[in-house]
């Protein structure tokens, strides 16, 4: 019996330590994901129902109510500056990022390579010295808790530019021949050849990047004075429920419900994309 | 999620001898917006730091004096010594949990496509949504960790609200949001390792252990000192968790250098200060890159 339980195992590569990694690894990989459950769970329950001593999974009652509630705060409208913020800036940054990617893996000119270097050694630079500087700025020139603040600071982001000169240095060469034989432009090349063909790296820069700027916290917290100009992730975090008064008693229904909307999109995203998701950040980060 | 360790490879793609000018164009779309706001305000804080700068009225110049403020300021110190503990605590764990996860579901077992999805999943939601979660999760009276944690006998644990655990609290929350990045570049760097030299040393006989200590760790070896400086510098760099969860408090105990630099320029409007503690934080995150440079230089 024994020795047929091991044979079994022997076929795939696998010894009976196994038996016990897999349901073990499995387990925490099911806690992992258990705080999600826990903020669905809390955002359906009445206010009544949250701050028990008994715990309830599932909640024995259900009720809209929360998310009616989040809607009384001007969620949608910080929804649609966030889409406006992060959209704009991921098809600014991506579009440019692919143009760049494409002249610097196949075209020469002097000082290419010493502006890739220069894109990469900006890596070194944290985002956050800069912030101050750049409220500054803004702030004088009179475009506080405006969408260009929202935007600008993010286009230049050198992800996009590494991941596409990636992908155009291993670009056949006989596909930019023949249409430049056909006298083909620059222009002509990249946008009817090159860029259709970069379907991969477009996805994949896309939904990271998108993803970084949906997220994205400092900046917008700093730069947006207006209410009305907030993103969704900025405006959501004033949901944390105070201690002691009574946001805190219904406050963690309301707040789940809120960030059970900020979530959404960016945990749908990846469910959907995840394997350009993956790709992509280890394409971006391991080519030492 | 930080992103992109450079590729140090110098390779022409085309091999016509003639200048591109249209190259110089291509470029510039990317980077005109790229010097204007990431490297022009480097520049500008440069010179912001050395000047006296509120809101109103024009900066006067101060020489040094902000820095030697800095260096006598004790919440500075505090804001410093807390960025130590907090990487002293989440760098550690997500090196460690992330490689043991990225071992697990690189062995292929059944559903480990589902692991790899949860072990991701909180990577790519906002430090709203990671701050929020573990609020409620770590509330010190109806909080499910301490509901748990009670089974065991262990007294409620008051996570955020004391000065003692609230470092801890934000740590755990910060460890469930940056795992992800760790465990996907352990995978892609384990799914690199060459199948056949593993089975050759499961062939001659080698132990799982055997195998991980001699196979698979040298060959992991570059990935572990790039999670590592990677998670150092975006643990250096903790403010958003911090602020949605703790707001640095309470007195300070959960503060860090960028949510102190948030305060002094949008609380106190001192934002010629700011700048020089900015300038303080951004030097310590450059030594940590280059050390891990040379480190890595030395090594291969």
């Known amino acids: 019996m024994a020795g047929w339980l091991d044979d079994r195992l022997e076929e795939r590569g696998l010894d009976r330590a196994d038996l016990l990694i897999w349901p073990l690894g499995m387990g925490v990989a099911v806690l992992w994901g258990l705080p999600f459950v826990w903020m669905v769970s809390t955002s359906f329950k009445y206010p009544s129902d949250v701050m028990t001593v008994d715990i309830e999974w599932l909640p024995s009652r259900v009720t809209l109510s929360n998310y009616m509630k989040v809607f009384e705060y001007p969620v949608l409208r910080w929804g649609f500056n966030s889409v406006v913020q992060a959209g704009v800036a991921t098809f600014l940054c991506v579009l440019f990022g692919a143009m760049a990617g494409y002249a610097l893996a196949r075209m020469r000119f002097p000082g290419r390579d010493a502006l890739f270097y220069t894109f990469l050694a900006s890596l070194m630079i944290p985002t956050e010295v800069s912030v101050i500087p750049m409220l500054l700025g803004f702030v004088k020139i009179g475009w506080a808790s405006s969408y260009q603040a929202l935007i600008l600071p993010s286009i230049g982001n050198v992800f996009s530019v590494y991941i596409f000169r ?82 805190q008693i219904e406050g963690y229904s309301i707040a789940m419900a809120a960030v059970t909307i900020l979530s959404v999109p960016s945990l749908l995203l990846f469910f959907f994309l995840q394997r350009y998701f993956i790709q992509g950040i280890s394409q971006g980060s391991l080519k030492q | 999620m930080a992103i992109a360790i450079p590729d140090i490879r110098i390779d022409a793609g085309a091999e016509r001898r003639e200048i591109d000018g249209a190259g110089y164009l291509l470029v510039a779309f990317f980077a005109l917006p790229f010097l204007l706001f990431n490297i022009l305000p480097v520049l500008f804080g440069v010179y912001v730091a050395f000047t006296r700068w509120s809101i109103v009225g024009a900066p006067k110049w101060e020489g040094t004096k902000n820095f030697i403020k800095a260096f006598h300021d ?227």
């Open chain 2, 74 to 300: 004790q919440w500075v110190r505090v804001a410093f010594e807390n960025v130590l503990f907090y990487g002293a605590i989440i760098v550690p764990c997500v090196t460690v949990l992330g490689l043991l996860f990225a071992l697990f579901v690189n062995r292929g077992y059944p559903l480990s496509s589902l692991a790899r999805t949860l072990f991701f999943a909180p990577t790519v939601v906002s430090a709203t949504v990671i701050g929020l979660v573990w609020v409620w999760l770590l509330d010190t009276q109806f909080g499910l960790v301490n509901h748990y944690l009670g089974y065991l006998g262990i007294e409620p644990v008051p996570w955020l609200t004391s000065t003692r655990w609230s470092l801890v609290g934000v740590s755990i929350a910060s460890i469930w949001w940056d795992l992800g990045l760790a465990f996907v570049l352990f995978l892609a760097a384990l799914q690199d390792i060459p199948g056949e030299i593993i089975d050759a040393a499961r062939v001659d006989g080698a132990g799982r252990l055997q195998r991980f200590r001699h196979v698979i760790l040298p060959h992991l070896r570059p990935v572990i000192s790039m999670v590592v400086t990677l998670q150092l510098i975006a643990t250096l760099r903790i403010f958003s968790q911090v602020y949605v969860m703790t707001n640095g408090g309470p007195a300070s105990s959960s503060s860090s250098p960028i949510y102190y630099i948030y305060n002094l320029a949008i609380v106190q409007n001192l934002f010629g200060y700011a700048s020089a503690v900015a300038l303080l934080l951004f030097i310590l995150i450059l030594a940590v890159t280059v050390a891990q440079r040379l480190l890595l230089r030395e090594q291969t």
């Open chain 1, 166 to 247: 990636q992908f155009f240095l291993a670009f056949p060469k006989e596909l930019e021949e023949a249409a430049r034989m056909d006298g083909a432009g620059p222009f002509n090349l990249f946008f009817r050849i090159a860029l259709p063909l970069a379907r991969a790296p477009a996805i994949a820069a896309s939904v990271i990047i998108f993803t970084l700027n949906w997220n994205n916290f400092l900046w917008p917290l700093l730069i947006t004075f207006d209410e009305s100009m907030k993103t969704l992730p900025v405006g959501v975090a004033a949901f944390t429920p105070v201690v002691g008064t009574r946001t």
